[in-house]
């Protein structure tokens, strides 16, 4: 028998090589029960992989529908219209509203709001943390209410000296927290007799044939700018010095902006009846009883909070801040009035000038010094 009948029949079982290539040497296919053939239709599809960031390059994205992409678009667009015409008709009421308010109160109330704001923040930053960091603040304010009210006198024709009014101020104020409360009043005295003195030399040096009437008002005046605007700005910071005394100057100055901010908005919506029209024809009687409720509750509130007094000291004083405020309003005004003007500067949109803004607050310094020395044993009782 062959060698080739042999390698046939006598079940010598294939080579690795015809393993691998599918079928035997002769192209017949390897048949065999425990072997079957292979069928690749007979295979289930391989399930998809999940998807992560690692494969999701890999699997195919679906194609986009542009019909859908566009009705996206044009939805996402109608939005932002509508968002857009209803922002703008709401700055347009609001702009209407603000002229209105404007035309019949003579203020900007958006920029008063923010401005009123910004100083608040200012004025409550530094009591709360050092209180030595409102003697700075006391003394910029006093400094530029001064320029701002000499500048405001020498246009009506009064001859002030400006230099020498800043240099008096700033040794009244700084004198009024670093010595003794009783060289405050030293101070006072030296300042305006600095002022008043330095307005005669300078009116001799000049030879204008002013007359000693103007000459004496012009001393007169002088020595009043020191009274009003760093003396009393000096009684705050006596006040400031004093234990717990921060908590004070910021009570009597929140009474103030209360009374203030509820005269505005009780005069704004039920004024009808004039409290002074020859001194201030925008002030009303109805204005007045919002400020006296607001300064009242104002009062209270604080005393019992803040101060830890009670109540009843709480309206106290809320009525002695409201009825100083109310007179330093007023004296103001009729100041303004004999000027000829309408604010004090324009250096503060919606509030006029600086000095427009303390009018109620200096005067509103006398009483409350006076109350912490009468209402403070309450609090060790």
Same mark, same amino acid.
């Given at each position: ?35 079957? %053939? ?18 999701? %390059? ?261 009525? %002695? ?54 209402? %403070? ?5």
């Amino acid at each position: 028998m062959s060698d080739e009948t042999r390698d046939a029949d006598d079940g010598t079982p294939p080579t690795r090589r015809d393993a691998r290539g599918g079928a035997p040497a002769d192209g017949i296919p390897l048949v065999d029960a425990a072997f079957p %053939s292979f069928d690749a239709d007979a295979i289930p599809p391989r399930p998809p992989l999940p998807v992560t960031p690692e494969n999701t %390059s890999q699997v195919p994205l679906a194609p986009l529908d542009t019909a859908d992409h566009n009705a996206i678009r044009e939805q996402w667009r109608a939005a932002r219209d509508e968002l857009g015409s209803h922002v703008s008709h709401a700055r347009d009421q609001l702009d209407q509203a603000n002229e209105r308010i404007k035309q019949r109160t003579g203020r900007d109330l958006i920029l008063a709001i923010l401005i009123g704001l910004a100083f608040g923040a200012a004025l409550l930053a530094s009591l709360l943390f050092i209180k030595a960091l409102f003697v700075p603040f006391a003394l910029a304010a006093a400094l530029l209410g001064v320029y701002e009210l000499s500048r405001a006198l020498r246009a009506s024709g009064r001859r002030i000296d400006v230099v020498p009014q800043l240099i008096a101020a700033a040794f009244l104020v700084l004198s009024a927290y670093f010595a003794e409360p009783w060289l405050c009043w030293v101070m006072l005295f030296v300042a305006v007799a600095f002022v008043v003195v330095w307005r005669l030399i300078a009116q001799m040096v000049v030879k204008d044939g002013r007359t000693y009437g103007d000459v004496l008002t012009d001393a007169v005046i002088s020595g009043f700018v020191q009274v009003y605007v760093p003396f009393l700005a000096g009684v705050a910071l006596i006040l400031l010095e004093q234990e717990g005394g921060q908590w004070w100057v910021l009570s009597f100055i929140a009474i103030a902006v209360a009374a203030d901010t509820g005269a505005y908005a009780a005069g704004l919506a039920f004024g009808r009846h004039p409290m002074a029209p020859k001194i201030s024809p925008k002030k009303t009687w109805e204005g007045f009883g919002g400020a006296v409720a607001a300064s009242l509750i104002a009062g209270v509130l604080l005393a019992i909070f803040l101060l830890e007094l009670p109540w009843w000291a709480g309206l106290i004083f809320g009525a %002695s801040i409201l009825l100083s405020a109310t007179l330093g309003d007023l004296g103001e005004s009729m100041l303004k009035r004999d000027l000829g003007i309408k604010d004090m500067s324009s250096w503060l949109p919606g509030h006029g000038g600086l000095l427009d803004r303390l009018d109620s607050i200096l005067p509103s310094t006398i009483p409350a010094l006076c109350l912490y020395f009468l209402l %403070s044993p309450w609090v060790v009782m």
